[in-house]
């Protein structure tokens, strides 16, 4: 089992940067695909990002060439760097680890908040 702790979340102004992170604990982070998503009110989750244990990452067209996610597996963290956002990217924003050999098998972090408002 893996334990999954946000931190970075916060107001911005429109046009500014956040840098997401989420500490993974408890079992071995490589073995495990890595993603964000998140959920605005009264909106479902959805996935923003995605990186696999090769590195390999995808992401939502909305985000596309402003959201950068990427993977530290010395320090058994990932990390979600933000840009240029939005007033739509408001929402709370979620860690998420699947075992790589059983995508059944997936750990929630508790959300962190990330309000875009001037």
């Known amino acids: 089992q893996v334990q999954l702790v946000e931190s970075g979340g916060g107001l911005v102004q429109p046009g500014g940067s956040l840098r997401l992170s989420c500490a993974a604990s408890?079992?071995?982070?490589?073995?495990?695909?890595m993603g964000w998503y998140r959920q605005a009110p009264g909106k479902q989750r959805e996935l923003v990002a995605a990186i696999t244990r090769g590195g390999r990452t995808n992401y939502v067209g909305s985000v596309k060439d402003r959201f950068t996610i990427s993977r530290d597996n010395a320090k058994n963290t990932v990390y979600l760097q933000m840009n240029s956002l939005k007033p739509e990217d408001t929402a709370v924003y979620y860690c998420?680890?699947?075992?790589?050999?059983?995508?059944?098998?997936?750990?929630w972090g508790q959300g962190t908040q990330v309000t875009v408002s001037s």
């Open positions: 998420n680890a699947r075992y790589y050999a059983n995508y059944d098998v997936a750990y």
């Open positions: 408890g079992s071995i982070f490589t073995i495990y695909d």
